[in-house]
């Protein structure tokens, strides 16, 4: 979609202008992930534990006991 003007105020705040001059239906998860041209970033680091581990795992990728 080239324009938002034709659409009613509460419409418009569900639409953003991509990078690439279209807008984008923040609704619609798809055209979301299709406006994603550099791709998703991969985090450095996470609190997520790995499954069969009882620890965790600090922003400096060391191990710590949840027990």
């Known amino acids: 979609m080239q324009t938002i003007d034709h659409l009613p105020a509460d ?3 569900h639409f953003i ?3 690439c001059g279209r807008y984008v239906d923040m609704r ?3 055209a979301v992930f299709e406006h994603l ?3 998703l970033p991969e985090p450095d680091w996470s609190f997520a534990m790995r499954a069969g581990e009882p620890v965790a795992y600090t922003p400096d990728g060391k191990k ?3 027990n």
């Open 28 to 30: 619609d998860l798809s």
């Open 64 to 66: 710590t006991n949840l």
């Open 37 to 39: 041209h550099a791709g």
């Open 17 to 19: 202008l991509c990078d």
């Open 11 to 13: 419409e418009r705040r």
